[in-house]
């Protein structure tokens, strides 16, 4: 009530068996309380934390408006962008380095009565990601096994160690996109704003602007660091050379003493070189798809 205040607050849980733990229960569960418990408890940090949990999780806000207005304060992103999946990264960092390891543990754990059901995991598994306690091995494969949409968006934000490592996360979730093709178009097109979200979380966490920059940079290196196959290769004395047109278009000459020869002997198909340039021929059509 308006006339509520720390006072009163404070005057109504003497007595009472009502501990920190069951306090920070009821500021995820109502944060109408969060400032008074936040300053009764001298929590640092409650509301950022909370509202993080609150924002990261698979609910559209329909039912209290005033939620979300206090979630426009801690981030730019849109109520629509939350939703789908993005992710603030630095509002994270913000807020764990305010609360510490062992309070955003107690938020953590508290975060089951920010929803019904189930909704919560999604800021979890941002949390768990963000602070590498799960390694890109691993989500890989729990992705590959289940498709977990929320898991897929996790996975960028796993701490990079370098460019080659950025370049393996995002040729992961352009696969995840080829892989949706074998299904019907609905969970086609689920998916596909799953990974939409998840390059934009990748771009973020690489401080890319947004994911089309991300995306141009990638595929470019994809270029330069195959820039050695491109160049004419004699392998047993067939010369290979695996060409680009003007448009992107990827192609594999094959000649024997200056004779074009329409495929790739036989004898040669399981060649080391020949098994890298036609790998290559494959990513590069891709692309060019």
Not at 144 to 155: I, S
Not at 235 to 246: A, K, Q, R
């Amino acid at each position: 009530l308006p006339e509520d205040n720390i006072e009163t607050f404070t005057q109504a849980l003497k007595g009472t068996s009502i501990n920190e733990k069951r306090l920070i229960e009821v500021a995820m569960y109502a944060p109408q309380w969060i400032d008074l418990i936040e300053e009764y408890l001298d929590f640092k940090g409650l509301k950022i934390g909370a509202y993080y949990f609150m924002a990261h999780m698979n609910d559209q806000y329909n039912r209290d408006q005033r939620k979300f207005a206090t979630i426009a304060r801690f981030t730019p992103l849109e109520k629509e962008e939350l939703f789908n999946g993005a992710f603030d990264i630095d509002w994270f960092n913000e807020a764990y380095s305010i609360l510490g390891e062992k309070r955003f543990a107690m938020l953590y754990e508290a975060a089951k009565y920010t929803s019904d059901g189930s909704r919560h995991t999604r800021a979890r598994k941002y949390a768990d990601a963000t602070l590498g306690k799960v390694t890109v091995i691993e989500l890989e494969a729990e992705i590959k096994e289940k498709r977990n949409k929320d898991l897929l968006m996790a996975y960028p934000l796993i701490p990079l160690t370098g460019e080659d490592d950025l370049l393996r996360r995002y040729a992961f979730i352009q696969k995840f996109r080829k892989e949706s093709r074998q299904f019907g178009s609905q969970r086609m097109t689920s998916e596909g704003k799953a990974v939409e979200m998840a390059l934009k979380n990748l771009a973020s966490c690489a401080g890319y602007a947004d994911s089309m920059r991300l995306t141009l940079r990638m595929e470019t290196k994809v270029i330069d660091d195959s820039r050695a196959l491109l160049d004419p290769m004699d392998v047993e004395g067939v010369t290979l050379h695996l060409i680009l047109d003007e448009i992107g278009k990827a192609e594999i000459t094959v000649k024997k003493e200056g004779k074009e020869l329409k495929s790739i002997p036989a004898k040669l198909k399981k060649h080391e070189t020949v098994l890298a340039l036609t790998e290559l021929k494959k990513t590069l059509t891709e692309q060019y798809r």
